[in-house]
């Protein structure tokens, strides 16, 4: 058995959504290169520059990357050899989201959802907990701001429904987003599962892909999302939805096994600015 204890949880919960918050994981800033390297609008040329100047300077000056930071999300996976003292998992991965936003002064987004109230350091934290085997104990975060959440989707449609009908409601949801979730994308997919179910896997796809998650797509994965990623892109929307080849830098799908008679599908979208956050203790 490995005892750890809770604060820990805490401080590295805080740390990451700090960091994240004013810098972009490397590979976010090396695909908005490679894109502005291929895009064909010069308008679409200069947009992704702005985007990369505007990551230069989060980084810098130590200011958010974006005014909208979202409500903080936690996945705590830990193996089944770990117990934790001092505690409830739980309440320390919120307070440590919570201590993050307070003091890195980033924006309290929770709300009242009838009245609207502002509900200031009481900001909403979503946390889930994950057994796994091992001692291992692995924390990932996500800022995702009110626009991506607003225009991320699930749907359910016909068991018989065929593949075609899959990828059109799939590029309905980026097409629909149009510039309000700040293109270019990355996204996280998943094809089945149940109506609980799938929304978790597809978040879990858009942190593979952030994280860049070794041999976490199967072959029929993998040709699906560069499929998605082709048809997204020759859509021409663009940066910022302002005309281009780049409306999409990324998107991971998952295949999950489903009931006879259900097919949801799940669309996880988040701007360019993927606050994705990872560190084992």
């Known amino acids: ?45 200069r947009t992704l520059q702005v985007l990369r100047e505007n990551a230069r300077l989060a980084q810098e000056e130590k200011i958010p990357l ?10 705590i996976e830990a193996g089944e050899g770990v117990y934790f003292t001092g505690g409830s998992l739980l309440e320390a991965a919120a307070q440590g989201a919570r201590e993050a936003y307070v ?22 934290v979503s946390v889930e907990y994950v057994p796994v085997p091992g001692t291992r104990v692995r924390v990932s975060t996500l800022a995702k701001g009110g626009g991506c959440d607003n225009k991320s989707a699930l749907f359910n449609l016909s068991p018989t429904a065929p593949s075609s009908l899959v990828k059109e409601k799939i590029l309905e949801v980026f097409h629909r987003a149009g510039p309000d979730a700040c293109p270019p994308y990355y996204a996280g ?4 599962g149940s109506f609980e179910s799938a929304p978790r896997h597809a978040r879990r ?20 999302s560069l499929e998605y990623l082709e048809a997204v892109n020759a859509s021409g929307a663009g940066p910022m939805a302002l005309g281009g080849r780049t409306t999409a830098l990324g998107i991971r799908t998952r295949l999950v096994p489903t009931h006879i008679a259900s097919l949801p599908v799940a669309v ?9 956050g990872r560190r084992e203790i």
Do not use: Y
């Open 66 to 75: 974006c005014q909208d930071a979202g409500l903080p999300q936690v996945l």
């Open 268 to 276: 996880n979208l988040s701007c360019h600015s993927l606050r994705a």
């Open 103 to 124: 003091e890195a002064r980033l924006r309290l987004s929770g709300a009242d959802p009838l009245t609207r109230r502002n509900l200031a350091e009481k900001i909403p």
């Open 205 to 224: 796809a858009l942190w593979d892909l952030a994280f860049r998650t070794p041999a976490a797509e199967e072959e029929e994965e993998e040709r699906l």
């Open 1 to 45: 058995m490995r005892r750890i204890e809770i604060n820990a949880v805490r401080q590295v919960v805080s740390e990451l959504f700090r960091e994240t918050a004013v810098k972009l994981p490397p590979f976010v800033e090396e695909d908005l290169e490679k894109a502005r390297e291929n895009e064909t609008s010069p308008l679409g040329r």
């Open 189 to 192: 997919i998943c094809i089945g």
